[in-house]
């Protein structure tokens, strides 16, 4: 059974051009969500996502950043215009449900903007 | 505003040496997860408890969630070298759809 994947592990782009991460979550589980985390510091929760569904997008930037999690496909998390403030490490994680389930996290997308 | 407090944030020990990392909150969770966390890796999920007062052990780990379900800790007998890394509490709150992240424990035990 295959761990959460997500690509690419390393981004570099060059400000204001487009970053796209992708995540397939784990088989079976159908709730996702998007994590960033700075050197040296936590977790910031930005979006959570059921199939075809935004359910909490509370953390995310409202300018610039998008999620989107397909009926068939997996989830992306779209940054349009980068800034080198949006260098980062972008975590997926996957869970069948909310609370006692725990979440599963992806490798992470290291994104480098120059 | 952080709803989980981690301490000590960084903690370095000897090899064999026992350790104490604590999680607290003024929230109520209605469950409480522990990752690890090594360089360049996502977390990765240790344990979860959901009863007040709960004890879990994982080898020679020992988790406990308080008896409010306002705070938890986390034990480690005996540290060995492959115990380094950043341990993240984690608590769910019913009718919040995320999970909040502690502020970390960065853990570093010398051979």
């Known amino acids: 059974n295959a761990g959460v994947m997500q690509n690419p592990r390393h981004l570099v782009r060059r400000r204001g051009q487009e970053a796209r991460l992708r995540c397939s979550p784990m088989k079976g589980h159908s709730h996702v969500y998007w994590y960033r985390q700075l050197p040296e510091e936590g977790l910031k929760f930005m979006v959570y996502?059921?199939?075809?569904?935004?359910?909490?997008e509370s953390g995310m930037p409202k300018e610039r950043f998008s999620a989107e999690f397909p009926k068939e496909g997996p989830s992306i998390l779209r940054i349009q215009q980068v800034v080198r403030g949006d260098s980062a490490a972008y975590f997926c994680?996957?869970?069948?449900?909310?609370?006692?389930?725990?979440?599963?996290f992806g490798q992470g997308t290291r994104l480098t903007v120059v | 505003t952080q709803l989980l407090e981690q301490s000590p944030q960084f903690l370095s020990i000897q090899e064999g040496e026992n350790l104490t990392v604590y999680c607290n909150s003024s929230?109520?969770?209605?469950?409480l997860q522990w990752y690890r966390q090594e360089p360049g890796e996502g977390p990765v999920l240790l344990v979860t408890?959901?009863?007040?007062?709960e004890v879990k052990k994982l080898k020679r780990l020992t988790f406990q969630f308080g008896d409010a379900r306002k705070d938890s800790s986390l034990h480690i007998t005996a540290a060995q070298p492959g115990d380094t890394g950043l341990y993240l509490c984690a608590g769910d709150q019913t009718g919040a759809n995320n999970l909040f992240f502690g502020t970390g424990t960065r853990l570093t035990v010398i051979p």
């Open positions: 996502l059921q199939k075809e569904n935004i359910i909490d």
């Open positions: 408890v959901v009863t007040g007062g």
């Open positions: 994680a996957s869970s069948r449900g909310q609370g006692q389930y725990g979440a599963f």
């Open positions: 929230s109520v969770f209605s469950s």
